[in-house]
């Protein structure tokens, strides 16, 4: 292979790379799925709970039959991941094509110091009735003790 093609095919691996940094994963060749960053839950502030949340959604260019999204929080232990915490599961029914899904929460009760991550992937149903299952995690950004970081929501 020449120089030139090496160039161009390097060049394509680190676009579609960089593509996927933000958090986000295709669910199918028309919905991706996203996971927002880890962080000390507002909501659950509001109700005297100190919990840590992180949240998953999708976006679909089309309106699918139904996709259902797993959404998880992980810290670091040991230098590997561990699911903690109640994970998430949301099920939406013909969503509207090029909106936001709802968020899906996984929350982690009472907040400690580590380091997390959020993780969605998701399911979807076709109009022709076609299942595709997202087989790779979308992955958030890893946040250091999301619950010294301030509110959010």
Not at 20 to 34: I, M, N, Q, R, W
Not at 84 to 110: C, D, H, I, M, Y
Not at 123 to 132: H, K, P
């Amino acid at each position: 292979m020449s120089r030139r093609m090496w160039l161009v095919v390097l060049v394509l691996l680190a676009a579609v790379g960089f593509a996927c940094k933000d958090g986000s994963g295709p669910l199918s060749d028309f919905c991706v799925t996203y996971a927002d960053n880890p962080h000390l839950s507002s909501t659950g502030l509001a109700k005297g709970q100190f919990e840590i949340i992180g949240k998953g959604w999708f976006r679909c260019t089309r309106s699918p039959r139904e996709v259902t999204i797993y959404v998880e929080l992980q810290q670091k232990r040991l230098g590997l991941w561990a699911s903690v915490g109640v994970p998430g599961k949301g099920q939406f029914t013909n969503p509207p094509a090029g909106k936001k899904s709802k968020e899906t929460p996984a929350v982690l009760r009472p907040c400690v110091d580590g380091t997390f991550r959020t993780r969605a992937r998701g399911s979807a149903v076709d109009t022709d009735g076609t299942r595709v299952d997202q087989t790779e995690w979308s992955l958030s950004a890893e946040v250091v003790d999301p619950c010294k970081k301030g509110k959010k929501t």
